[in-house]
Each structure stands twice: as C-alpha cells, then as structure tokens.
C-alpha cells in the first residue's frame, strides 16, 4: 500500500485477485492495531500500550491471525504477560483472532512514549521523563525533574525506586508533596 496515494500496487496482487485479500489484511492489521493500542498498562491505568510505546507492530499471518508485537519496558517488567492477555482478550472480543509475541530488540526506550502519554502522566501525578534523556540518565544522574503538581524543578529523589521498578521516588521541596518519576530509560 503506498502511503501517498492509499491505494494498493501492483506488487500487492492489484489486478490478479490479490487486491481485495491484500486490503482485508491491510485493514484487518490497522484494525488490530486500534484494538490493541486501546489495552491499559496494569500498572498505570491511564496510559494505554500505545502512549508508552509497548505496542510495536502487527501483522496477519498466512493462518489469519493477527500477530502483534509488544516490547517490555524492561526485561524483567512483571506486566507484560497481563498486557498480552488483555491484547488477546479485547482482539477476541472484536473477532479478531490473535497472538501476542515479545520483541525484545530494540530495547524499549521512553523516547517511544507519546506526547500524550507523557501528558496523562503528569496529570495522573507522576512525573514523565524528559524526551531525548541524555547518557546521563544511564548512570542515575537524572536531569531536572518538574514536580507533576505544582511544577517546580526544587525537588531531590529520595529512592530509586517508587511503586514499580519504572519509577523512581521524588519529593518537591517547594511544595512538600512526594510523587513518582518514570524513569528515562
């Protein structure tokens, strides 16, 4: 399918039967995409897999399942398999008959979640992280980290870790109140 103009080329079957199966599966993909990129994170209920970049890509196998990719924010990232689970359940839901497969190269970055993502974290009370995160980030020395409340940079980390292994825990000393920063990584 080419971008410009939406219509299939001839490499996709146009004009040998191949056209209308071709634009089934384009549309079947697209739609498992959606589907999928509307499942929440367990652990943070107001980013969908989408927002924070899990969501890879999709695509229909020869046996019409739809596989889609999904990529773990971390190796050891214990939501994964309900993430998988809620894909299934809500492409089974739409008919869409599936499986889920981890990628694990390239590592997940935060530089893949949105800008909306990013947003609804900040709303929600966490603190995002800083798109493009230098090297620095790496090796524990974080750049500046706006409080999510009241948005001052006059905040110190208290712990590495917050709620989940994703997040750090961060005071602000101007307004007083703890909050959790999801780690550049």
Known sequence: MTRATGSLSREAGEGRGGAPAA??????????????????DPEIP???????????????????????DITPTYSGCPAM??????????LDAAGIPARVKLVLSPAWTTDWM??????????????PPAPKASRR?????????AC?????????????????????????TACKEPFDYFKCL
Not at 28 to 33: E, P, T, Y
Not at 46 to 68: N, P
Not at 114 to 127: C, H, P, W
């Open 23 to 40: 634009l089934a599966a384009a549309r079947l993909r697209a739609d498992a995409l959606r589907i999928a990129g509307e499942v929440a």
């Open 46 to 68: 107001v980013l969908s897999i989408a927002d924070l970049g899990v969501l890879r890509d999709a695509r229909v196998a020869e046996d019409g399942q739809v596989e889609v």
């Open 81 to 90: 398999n309900m993430i998988a689970v809620n894909i299934e359940t809500a």
């Open 114 to 127: 949105t800008q909306a993502g990013r947003d609804k974290l900040r709303d929600y009370g966490i603190a």
């Open 137 to 145: 980030a790496l090796f524990g020395m974080d750049e500046e980290v």
């Open 148 to 172: 999510p409340r009241c948005g001052s940079t006059e905040t110190e980390k208290l712990s590495e870790f917050g709620s989940t292994a994703c997040k750090a825990l961060w005071r602000c």
